[in-house]
């Protein structure tokens, strides 16, 4: 099941880099999705203009995407992240195994980012008195597509569990 745009620009990447980490690594200690973040965050925003400003939101974006996507991730799992840069996009992938009480949930969830009026959608989590359960960080999604202008893609194997969650982040967000 394909939610978004999932294809690659037909272009090669101007740069790539690919890691594996541990779901529970990044689910006992969140500070370490804030540290895997700023990693990429400087490893990217050496080329803009704006260093600082691109690093402060390539970090953001990345840390905001690792906590909502690992909170979906069964203990003991691996979380493959795959970060592409190309001309005008970056692009982060996270695939992983999906804990099976959140996949209904988070698939519908994923499907309303399409189609649905991003701001009210974020006003009523932003407002809401309870969290959805379970919990993902829904929030934290919405903000991105809110606040940030990214995109969301998903792609959902059934018959494996396994999933994976893209991000496009249009690299005019970085520049002031």
Known sequence: MDIGEFALPAADPLFMIDLSVQ????????????????????????QFSEREWAENL???????????VAQT????????LSCRQYDGLILLDLAHALR?????LYMTFLSSLYGSTIDS?????????ERPTPAFNQLGI?????????????????????????ISIPTQEITP
């Open 121 to 129: 959608l974020y006003f009523a989590h932003l407002t809401a008195a």
């Open 100 to 104: 099976p009480d959140v996949v209904v």
């Open 58 to 68: 390539i970090s953001t974006v990345t840390n905001e995407f690792l906590e909502a």
């Open 73 to 80: 991730a069964p203990p003991g799992t691996a979380l493959a």
């Open 142 to 166: 919405l903000m991105l597509v809110h606040d940030f202008h990214v995109r969301v893609a998903a792609r959902l194997e059934p018959p494996t569990g396994q999933i994976a969650v893209r």
């Open 23 to 46: 779901a529970e690594d990044l689910q006992a200690n969140w500070g370490r999705c804030n540290m895997l973040a700023n990693y990429l965050a400087e490893y990217v925003a050496y």
